[in-house]
C-alpha cells in the first residue's frame, strides 16, 4: 500500500527531508498589509525576518484554502493508495479544518491527523510518519504511532521581547512594559494545542537555563534523543544553545532550524526553541 504524507508549512521541515522522505507540503500564508505570501514559496525565513523589523503594522496569517488541499490530494491519490495528513494544532489554526473539508470532496482514503503541535514538534511527527510509510506500515499503525510520538515531544520557546506578544493582543500594553523593563523573558510550552506560558524568567540567559535543565531532565535514561534548537534571525544565539545542551547531553541529535515565519508573526525575531523527542 503506497501512503502518501501531507503537511503543512509550519512543520519547519528543510528541502533535503521534503525530498528524501516524499513529503507533500501544503503553504499558509502571511499577509502584510495588502500583499499575501505562500510561506517558504513566495517568502523565506529569513525574508520574513527582515521584514517583520521593519513593519509598523503586525502582519497576520492565514491557513490554506480549502482548494489547495483538493488539488494536493487529488494528485497525490492519482499514484497513491491512501493519504495521513499531519497539520498545525486545531487550537493555533484552521488547517485541520480546511484539510477536513477537502476530505469530503476528494474521494479517496484520507486520515486526517491534528499534530497539535506545530515548528518542528509538528516536524517530528511528520517524519516518523513518513518512516513508517516507508516500511510499509498502514494508515492506522501510523495515526497510531503519531499519538506516541506526540506524548513524547516537547517545545520550549524563550522570547526574547514582549513586543510581538503586545502587537498581536495576547498581552496588554502595561504588562509588556513592566516586563520590558524588569528583563522579564517569557517562557513558552506547547501543551495541551496551545502555547501557554510555562515561566516568567528575569534575564535571557537564567530563560534559557531553564529550558537547558527541562531538557536534561526529560532525556535522562532515554534511548534515543532528537531535535531542534529552533531561532527567529538569532543563528549565532542557537548554535551557542547548541553547543550548550551538547555539551550536557552529547549523545542528543539537534540541529540548528530558523522559525516558520507564520509562527514568528506571535512571537518576535530573537526567539529561541529547544524542540525535542525522548524514547
Known sequence: MRIAIVTDSTADLSPQEVAEYGITVVPLQIIFGEHAY????????????????????????SQPAVGDFVEAFQKLLESHDAIVGIFISSELSGTVRAAETAREIVS????????????????????????????GATVEEIVSRLQEV?????????????????????????????????????VLLLRNKRIEVYEKVRTHKKALDLIVSRFVLDVQGKQTVYGAVVHGAAV????????????????????????????????????????????
Open 150 to 186: 506526540r506524548e513524547r515531544t516537547s517545545a520550549y520557546f524563550v522570547l526574547d521581547t514582549f513586543e510581538y506578544l503586545r502587537r498581536g493582543g495576547r498581552v496588554g500594553g502595561a504588562a509588556a512594559a513592566l516586563g520590558t523593563l524588569l528583563q522579564i523573558k517569557p
Open 236 to 279: 549565532e544565539q542557537a548554535i551557542a544553545l547548541q553547543h550548550e545542551v551538547l555539551t550536557r547531553v552529547p549523545d542528543a541529535n539537534l540541529r540548528v532550524i530558523e522559525l516558520d515565519p507564520v509562527i514568528g508573526v506571535h512571537v518576535g525575531p530573537g526567539v529561541l526553541a529547544l524542540i525535542y523527542y525522548a524514547e
Open 108 to 135: 479517496g482514503e484520507i486520515a486526517i491527523v491534528d499534530s497539535g503541535m506545530t515548528a518542528y514538534a509538528l516536524g517530528i511527527q511528520v517524519i516518523e510518519a513518513a518512516k513508517r510509510a516507508q516500511v
Open 38 to 61: 505562500r510561506d517558504g514559496i513566495d517568502l523565506t525565513a529569513a525574508e520574513f525576518y527582515a521584514k517583520l523589523v521593519n513593519h509598523k503594522v503586525l502582519p497576520t496569517t
